[in-house]
């Protein structure tokens, strides 16, 4: 089986930004921190740029549990983002963004993975086994 483990790296987007990924069999797992407004992840799409070398069969994303809508472009998935809540909140705080993306298939290495949202940009290290 594929390694597993990764270590966070800091983000591209706005300080405080972190992510961190791990990879499974053919399931690439995120974990993106950023502050959240209410816990809501904000307004999407998330953007996962994986490097070339991956390779993408029938895939599916997960973001906190729930399929979402995504699609493929070469090594780039990009996903759907439930729509924030019409009730004004101003509780802004760190959240956390589960994002689980199955058909990858990742050659051995050390590798950055890459994502984005709408004012936030993120980079992990994954080492595959």
């Keep these: 089986m594929l390694a597993l483990a990764a270590a966070a ?3 591209l987007g706005v300080p405080g ?3 961190a990924a791990s990879y499974a069999g053919s399931t690439l797992t995120l974990a993106l921190h950023y502050e959240m407004t209410c816990g809501q992840p904000g307004p ?3 953007v996962v740029r994986l490097p070339a070398r991956f390779r993408l069969a029938h895939v599916r994303a997960i973001v906190d549990g729930k399929p979402r809508a995504r699609a493929v472009d070469d090594s780039t998935v990009t996903i ?3 729509r924030p809540p019409e009730v004004t909140c101003m ?3 760190e959240g956390k963004l589960g994002v689980r993306i199955t058909g990858v298939h990742a050659p051995g290495g ?3 993975i890459r994502a984005t949202l709408p004012r ?3 980079a992990a290290r994954l080492p595959v086994r």
């Design 9 to 11: 790296m800091l983000a």
């Design 17 to 19: 930004d972190r992510a």
């Design 44 to 46: 999407g799409p998330l």
């Design 80 to 82: 759907d983002l439930p």
């Design 91 to 93: 509780s802004i705080t």
């Design 110 to 112: 050390l590798w950055t």
């Design 120 to 122: 936030h940009a993120f």
